[in-house]
């Protein structure tokens, strides 16, 4: 799929990640470089302590990082497989209001795409999204880990 788009994206989100789609998550901004994911608290995301379930800050993480390695690898010529081998996340403040979690770190993505064809051996890249509220104030940070493998030919 060549020029991966946000709206694109959510299309995607709502067949293949329905609990992400149902729960508020959207893809605001998808570029090589950085992509931003979205999310309101309210009454389906909530938790029994008066903020945003940390599962769903862990799907708009996630979205936020892995929009990224899906944009770079449909758009090469060559075909990978990509898998989350690992994920860390931290807490700092109550998840109220909205929350924006944005990922910068394509350039990690592409080294680890030239890296693959190179070698035609699975890269890791560990990728950081920080979720910040309306005043700007870090709520949570994640890293995921990623697993990509350029697909032989058949």
Same mark, same amino acid.
């Given at each position: 799929?060549?020029?991966?788009?946000?709206?694109?994206?959510?299309?995607?989100?709502?067949?293949?990640?329905?609990?992400?789609?149902?729960? !508020?998550?959207?893809?605001?901004?998808?570029? %090589?470089?950085?992509? /931003?994911?979205?999310?309101?608290?309210?009454? #389906?995301? *909530? +938790?029994?302590?008066?903020?945003?379930?940390?599962?769903?800050?862990?799907?708009?993480?996630?979205?936020?990082?892995?929009?990224?390695?899906?944009?770079?690898?449909?758009?090469?010529?060559?075909?990978?497989?990509?898998?989350?081998?690992?994920?860390?996340?931290?807490?700092?403040?109550?998840?109220? !209001?909205?929350?924006?979690?944005?990922?910068? %770190?394509?350039?990690? /993505?592409?080294?680890?795409?030239?890296?693959? #064809?190179? *070698? +035609?051996?699975?890269?890791?890249?560990?990728?950081?999204?920080?979720?910040?509220?309306?005043?700007?104030?870090?709520?949570?940070?994640?890293?995921?880990?990623?697993?990509?493998?350029?697909?032989?030919?058949?």
């Amino acid at each position: 799929m060549k020029n991966l788009s946000a709206s694109k994206f959510n299309k995607f989100t709502f067949f293949k990640l329905p609990a992400a789609f149902w729960t !508020g998550v959207r893809l605001k901004e998808l570029s %090589s470089q950085q992509a /931003v994911a979205s999310v309101k608290y309210k009454w #389906i995301n *909530t +938790n029994p302590f008066k903020s945003m379930y940390f599962a769903v800050q862990s799907m708009a993480a996630e979205l936020s990082t892995g929009a990224i390695v899906a944009k770079q690898t449909m758009e090469n010529k060559h075909d990978f497989a990509m898998l989350v081998v690992d994920h860390k996340g931290s807490f700092s403040k109550k998840a109220v !209001g909205r929350i924006n979690f944005t990922c910068t %770190s394509g350039n990690l /993505v592409k080294q680890a795409i030239e890296q693959s #064809i190179e *070698t +035609n051996e699975p890269q890791k890249i560990t990728m950081i999204s920080i979720g910040k509220d309306k005043s700007g104030d870090e709520v949570s940070r994640y890293e995921f880990t990623w697993s990509i493998k350029k697909r032989s030919k058949k």
